[in-house]
């Protein structure tokens, strides 16, 4: 499996989209599909993922925009 790395950067946008929706974690990680967990490692930044996961992220973050 080839792994994506989320950026501080990404992270940083994702955080404020979550802020912007007015969600907490639990509800945006039930929104992308992914768990609390995976979620509040993403969310930390520099974090290694599965394309999957990653792809679920970006369709998540870019919804709207």
């Known amino acids: 499996d080839i792994m994506i790395t ?3 950067e990404q992270a940083k946008a ?30 930390k930044g520099d974090y290694s993922t599965k394309q999957s996961v990653y792809d679920k992220v970006m369709k998540w973050f870019m919804a709207g925009y």
């Open 14 to 43: 994702i955080r404020r989209k979550q802020a912007d929706l007015s969600l907490n974690i639990e509800q945006t990680a039930k929104a992308i599909g992914i768990t609390y967990i995976t979620y509040k490692r993403i969310i």
């Open 6 to 8: 989320i950026t501080q």
